[in-house]
């Protein structure tokens, strides 16, 4: 279910990429909390995962109030919950998700956000961190990540939207009035944006290609 890429020696720490290659998300978060249960002091795991019409919650959230569940299991999707916190998002296979899987003593958000925006950088798209969580184009996320630590392990994770249908997040999660109004926008949709919407030649496997290139140079 799961392909490593390469496992390598850098700064006294070892590196390793793995790729799941399943679509299922139940499947893929027993991956990566599986990751975090046997990653060593120095090592520092990137793995790289994909959910097919899925509706994952953050781990505090209340599934009623976040998802229109019975829209998504009437179309075959599936609801699951992460280990971290955060808002509701939307999976399908337009949208790449990345973890970064380590000892607390190696965590380094701005080098952990260093390897995507470097990444995107490479395939020409300008982007930038802004607020808490979120990895921007044109003022628009096509990044959110979340974070959780446990013990003495730190997961970061996230996603990249290259080429999702953003009109399921509008059917599939539920957001209050108050939120939407309250940034100034009219739909949970028009916050998000794919990379695809700024170079339509942009691929699922150019994204992972220059991923795995910018982590093997960040770290």
């Known amino acids: ?34 990751f975090m249960q046997r990653v060593v002091p120095d090592e520092i795991i990137f793995y790289l995962w994909q959910n097919d019409n899925t509706v ?10 976040e998802c229109r569940h019975n829209e998504l299991e009437a179309a075959g999707g599936k609801l699951a919950r992460r280990l971290s916190g955060g808002g509701a998002v939307y999976h399908d296979l337009g949208n790449l998700n990345f973890s970064f899987i380590m000892h607390k003593k190696h965590y380094n958000l701005a080098k952990q956000l260093g390897v995507v925006l470097q990444a ?11 607020g808490r969580n979120d990895l ?23 996603t990249i939207l290259v080429n999702s249908d953003l009109s399921q997040l509008s059917r599939y999660l539920r957001v209050s009035a108050e939120k939407i109004a309250g940034k100034g926008i009219d739909s949970v949709q028009s ?9 339509k ?11 795995k290139t910018s982590f093997a140079a960040v770290y």
């Not at 700064?11 to 799941?20: A, E, F, L, Q, V």
Request: positive net charge; hydrophobic residues 35%.
């Open 201 to 211: 030649t942009i691929g699922l496997q150019e994204v992972i290609k220059e991923l």
């Open 56 to 65: 994952v919650i953050g781990r505090n959230q209340n599934a009623w109030k």
């Open 120 to 130: 995107v950088h490479n395939l020409g798209v300008q982007a930038q961190f802004a």
């Open 136 to 158: 921007l184009l044109q003022g628009k996320k096509f990044s959110g990540n979340s974070y959780c630590f446990h013990k003495d392990i730190a997961l970061h994770h996230g």
């Open 1 to 34: 279910k799961v392909k490593p890429y390469r496992s390598t020696f850098c700064n006294m720490c070892t590196t390793s990429i793995y790729r799941s290659r399943s679509s299922d998300p139940w499947v893929n978060l027993a991956l990566e909390e599986y």
């Open 191 to 199: 916050r998000v944006i794919n990379l695809t919407q700024v170079d």
